[in-house]
């Protein structure tokens, strides 16, 4: 069978979700092409990418690290056209010659790039859970206005979708609940009182993932998981009250369906991201991917915890915020995200405690109420203010 070769930008490319994607790419040479790739401040990582890769263009985010790597590309005599700056990043996500988007820009900052690609009718890989759950509906919209083929990379809500039927025309109605698996992060078992004293290297050390430092606070917290839950309500449309949480230490189940005659279509793999990376790349086929087959004979046992039993809501509180967001005023799921960032960034930094995460994070829902946004400049002006107050949280907070 042969197959259109696929050009691909991937934003974010020199992060754990990027260079996996790299991976997948290069083991198809005959299926995939990258055509651009966007970093923020990784020169090194980059002009090597641009030295394998040799994208049509390279963006970096900053004018300084631009010019550090178009000197670099030029001494190494690369094809590659170096750019840099913000409308940049949006000119290559929304390239007429491009016709897939991986989204791996953590954070807010990936929004704008999204809805560029949107617009243009791309298949969007979505790994950046933000650009739903602060674009929420209005990122939709503009992906249906766009005729783009939204696709969740995500390992949970890649599950979910491979968990539901192929004529997604009707499932709504066949569907019980969906189900996200949870590892619990590395600190499952510890005593809730003891998580005070948490570091930033107790917090990024995952049992299972191989992941960015922000992320794997946020696994620590649980507030990824959060942020999940408000993801498949936007990419879905499930009621919150029908999107479940459940504690899965071993993450071979990475999430699971549960239809109305109570019967549950579930997803399993090993915890390689290349997995659902391939699976958006080349659905609705199938390719190599690189990641390990799950071995059963090795597999002792596979075990599944309530996240609300004993001690677990003192360990993550966070979690809980995800159905009081969806049930709240639009805008209010971009007031967590950006309170989220803040925080985390501010814990990375030592200037606030593991546990005082939580508190600013509540603390800035308390301070916004926000206006239903109807542009992408009323999100980002809802994500300022947002970040303003929670940077007034964490000085509070300061230790």
Not at 91 to 112: C, K, N, P, R
Request: net charge neutral; with cysteine; glycine share 6%.
């Amino acid at each position: 069978m042969s197959f259109e070769k696929r050009r691909i930008v991937v934003l974010g490319s020199t992060g754990s979700i990027g260079v996996s994607t790299l991976d997948v790419i290069e083991r198809h040479p005959d299926r995939f092409a990258v055509f651009a790739l966007t970093a923020s401040t990784s020169v090194d990582a980059m002009k090597a990418q641009c030295a394998k890769f040799k994208p049509v263009f390279a963006v970096m985010a900053s004018q300084s690290h631009g010019l550090q790597l178009e000197a670099a590309c030029k001494t190494l005599g690369l094809p590659t056209k170096v750019l840099w700056g913000t409308g940049a990043i949006e000119m290559v996500a929304s390239h007429e010659l491009a016709d897939t988007v991986m989204a791996a820009i953590v954070g807010a900052a990936g929004l704008a790039p999204c809805l560029a690609a949107a617009k243009t009718g791309k298949r969007l890989l979505l790994a950046n859970k933000e650009a739903l759950v602060v674009g929420g509906q209005l990122f939709l919209d503009t992906v249906k206005a766009g005729g783009a083929t939204l696709l969740p990379i995500d390992s949970e809500h890649s599950a979910i979708f491979q968990s539901l039927p192929e004529n997604q025309g009707d499932w709504v109605a066949r569907v019980d609940k969906i189900i996200l698996t949870a590892s619990g992060g590395p600190f499952r078992t510890r005593d809730p009182k003891s998580l005070r004293d948490v570091t930033p290297e107790q917090a990024c050390a995952h049992p299972n993932w191989v992941m960015g430092r922000k992320i794997s606070v946020d696994s620590a917290t649980m507030m990824n998981k959060a942020l999940e839950v408000i993801e498949a309500k936007f990419l879905f449309g499930m009621a919150p009250e029908k999107i479940e949480v459940v504690i899965h230490p071993q993450s071979v189940i990475h999430s699971m369906v549960q239809y109305v005659d109570n019967s549950v279509v579930a997803q399993l793999g090993t915890p390689d991201m290349r997995g659902p990376i391939a699976y958006g790349l080349s659905w609705p086929h199938r390719v190599k991917s690189g990641a390990s087959a799950l071995d059963f004979s090795s597999m002792s046992e596979l075990t599944f915890e309530a996240v609300d039993s004993g001690d677990h809501p003192l360990r993550f509180p966070g979690l809980k915020l995800a159905w009081s967001v969806l049930n709240a005023a639009p805008g209010t799921t971009a007031v967590l995200n950006a309170a989220n960032e803040i925080a985390v960034a501010a814990f990375l930094e030592r200037r606030i405690r593991f546990d005082q995460i939580q508190h600013v994070n509540t603390e800035t829902l308390s301070a916004i109420a926000p206006q239903a946004p109807q542009s992408l400049e009323d999100l980002l002006a809802l994500d300022q203010q947002s970040r303003r107050a929670a940077a007034d949280a964490v000085h509070r907070f300061l230790v």
